[in-house]
């Protein structure tokens, strides 16, 4: 009997010298998993994803100069195929939200084990959404909780309602353009306005409210 290597390639991205050479040589020393690289900040990013074309990237979240949410916002926008797992130490709820609205597919910290990272690179690339079960908890926890009624007291108009949801469903802004016909210019020009409406600064922030407050149904 035979057995099928992986070989799911991966790049980490890990400030803390001695984590990313523990990785690098988890990653390196599985025979199922090819090292693409291991970096230290975020600063080269695109050009690196262009260059390795990993399946799965592993990020911290708290990195020098570009933060590890920033960064997954930026792959997912031209790499949407790149499958990104978060691996932290923060169990904080509005940190864990703003990588999945980033586009992160999983969420591990760092004090899982070995095996249970390796299992969930594996389980991210063939499609699964990996998480520890305190992350799970807090997902969980959010979407049980009981929804506050709003009946749309920000005044968003049809047209900020149509967006916002788009950007609930994770469109970049050239697919609202296209969905919705109108310029890239008009788009930022709505998202702007329902920032505003929403007292909210990003789009990780406005989408959290719009799940948390059932403003898109």
Do not use: W
Request: hydrophobic content about 45%; overall charge negative; some cysteine.
């Amino acid at each position: 009997m035979t057995t099928e290597k992986m070989n799911i390639r991966v790049s980490i991205y890990e400030d803390n010298d001695a984590l990313r050479e523990s990785l690098s040589y988890l990653i390196m020393g599985t025979g199922t998993l090819q090292l693409m690289g291991a970096y230290s900040d975020c600063s080269m990013v695109m050009e690196n994803c262009f260059v390795a074309k990993p399946d799965v990237i592993l990020m911290d979240i708290d990195m020098p100069g570009i933060s590890g949410i920033e960064a997954t916002a930026m792959i997912k926008a031209t790499f949407p195929e790149i499958n990104i797992m978060i691996l932290t130490v923060f169990e904080d709820k509005t940190k864990v939200f703003e990588a999945l609205c980033a586009g992160a597919t999983g969420y591990m910290l760092k004090k899982s084990s070995a095996v249970e990272i390796i299992e969930a690179i594996a389980e991210l690339h063939h499609g699964g959404s990996p998480m520890t079960g305190e992350i799970a908890r807090i997902v969980f926890d959010f979407f049980s909780s009981p929804a506050i009624a709003k009946n749309n007291d920000y005044a968003l108009s049809s047209r900020e309602f149509d967006i916002l949801k788009c950007l609930v469903e994770g469109d970049s802004y050239k697919m609202i353009a296209n969905s919705c016909c109108i310029s890239m210019g008009t788009v930022r020009f709505h998202i702007n306005n329902i920032y505003k409406k929403l007292h909210v600064n990003s789009k990780s922030e406005a989408v959290i409210k719009a799940l948390k407050e059932r403003l898109i149904r």
